[in-house]
Nanobody, 123 residues
C-alpha cells in the first residue's frame, strides 16, 4: 500500500510559480506510475501530468505543456510538479495519485490518492 501527502499549494499571482510536492509512504513507491490531477468545484477531476515508474517518461495535458514539469525521486519517495507561468485558469485543488498499473489519463487508473492541495492564481 502507498499513502500520499501533497504540499506546496498556495496563492500566487498570474505569471508566478509554485512547486508541489507529494511524499509517498510505502515500500513499493518506485514501482508505481504517478500522476497529478486537478479539480475545480462542479467539474470532473482532470489529468495534469504523469510519470512512469521506469525510465521516468513524462506526459502532460496540452494546456500545461511547456509550463509544468513533473519529476520523481525514488530515493526520497517524492514526486514534484513544478508549475511556471501560472494562469488564473490553473486555479484548482491538485491531487497526487499512484497507480500500480502505470500512469494513465483516467482517474480510475489510480489506486491511491492524496488529500489535495489548493492552488489559487490571482489575475
Amino acid at each position: 500500500q502507498v499513502q500520499l501527502a501533497e504540499s506546496g499549494g498556495g496563492l500566487v499571482q498570474a505569471g508566478g510559480s509554485l512547486r508541489l510536492s507529494c511524499a509517498a509512504f510505502g515500500r513499493t513507491f518506485s514501482s508505481h506510475g504517478m500522476g497529478w490531477f486537478r479539480q475545480v468545484p462542479g467539474k470532473a477531476r482532470e489529468f495534469v501530468a504523469g510519470i512512469n515508474s521506469g525510465v521516468g517518461s513524462t506526459y502532460y495535458r496540452d494546456s500545461v505543456k511547456g509550463r509544468f514539469t513533473i519529476s520523481r525521486d525514488n530515493t526520497k519517495n517524492t514526486v514534484h510538479l513544478q508549475m511556471n507561468s501560472l494562469k488564473p485558469e490553473d486555479t484548482a485543488v491538485f491531487y497526487c495519485a499512484a497507480s500500480t498499473t502505470g500512469w494513465g489519463l483516467s482517474s480510475s487508473r489510480y489506486d491511491y490518492w492524496g488529500q489535495g492541495t489548493q492552488v489559487t492564481v490571482s489575475s
